[in-house]
C-alpha cells in the first residue's frame, strides 16, 4: 500500500477534492446498484454469445473457461499452436486476441492459449469475432493433422457394425488418406 501511495503521488499529488465529493454523493444513494445490475446482465449476455460460439466453431481439441464474472474467456488451444503466431493469423481476418503467454511473467508459459474479451462487444460482433478465430486455428490443426497424420477420427455412429470400435482402422478409413494425385500445371508465361 505504501508504494502505491507513493505512486499515487507521483502522479498527481493527490485525488480532487471536487472529484471526492461526487463518488460520495453518488455512492450514498443506491442508484449505482440498478446500474451494475444492468451491467451484470450485459455481460452475462455477451459471454453466454461467446461461449455458445466457442462451441459452434471452435475444434474438439481446444478447451475454455465458463467464466462467473470478469470480462473475458480464458481459451486453451492444442501444445502444438502457439497463439502469437496465430495472432499474426487472426489480424489478417481482421479479429484480434490477447495471446496467452502476456499473462505470464515468464513469457514461456501459456503460449498456447488466449484471451478472448466480452465486454465491448455486442452479440453479433462476438459471434463474428469467434467465427473468424475459429477458422484460423481449425485451419492450423487441419494442418498440424496433414503434416504429422494424427487425423482424429470421428465418433462411432449407430449405424457402425457391432465391434467397429474394438478394430483398429484400415488406412483408407482414415480421412485425409488416399486419392490420386493430379499434376498442376504451371502458372507463368503461355507460349
Not at 486455428?137 to 474394438?166: F, K, N
Request: charged share 30%; hydrophobic share 35%; proline share 5%.
Amino acid at each position: 500500500m505504501e508504494k502505491m501511495a507513493l505512486g499515487k503521488q507521483a502522479t498527481d499529488l493527490c485525488t480532487s477534492t471536487l472529484a471526492q465529493y461526487f463518488a460520495l454523493e453518488y455512492f450514498a444513494e443506491d442508484r449505482w446498484r440498478e446500474y451494475v445490475d444492468s451491467l451484470c446482465d450485459v455481460y452475462r449476455s455477451r459471454r453466454d454469445a461467446m461461449l455458445e460460439a466457442l462451441e459452434r466453431h471452435f475444434p474438439e481439441q481446444a478447451t475454455w473457461t465458463q467464466p462467473e464474472g470478469g470480462m473475458f474467456v480464458w481459451a486453451t488451444l492444442p501444445s502444438y499452436i502457439d497463439t502469437s503466431d496465430l495472432l499474426a493469423k487472426a489480424l489478417r481476418e481482421n479479429v484480434a486476441f490477447v495471446p496467452g503467454a502476456a499473462a505470464y511473467v515468464d513469457g514461456q508459459s501459456g503460449t498456447s492459449s488466449m484471451r478472448l474479451k466480452f465486454s465491448g462487444f455486442d452479440e453479433d460482433r462476438i459471434r463474428e469475432g469467434i467465427r473468424r478465430i475459429g477458422e484460423v486455428v481449425s485451419e492450423q490443426v487441419a494442418l498440424y493433422e496433414t503434416i504429422t497424420g494424427e487425423h482424429r477420427l470421428p465418433a462411432a455412429s449407430s449405424s457402425s457394425p457391432p465391434g467397429a470400435e474394438d478394430r483398429e482402422p484400415e488406412a483408407e478409413e482414415l480421412p485425409g488418406q488416399g486419392g490420386d494425385v493430379l499434376p498442376l500445371r504451371r502458372r507463368g508465361k503461355e507460349t
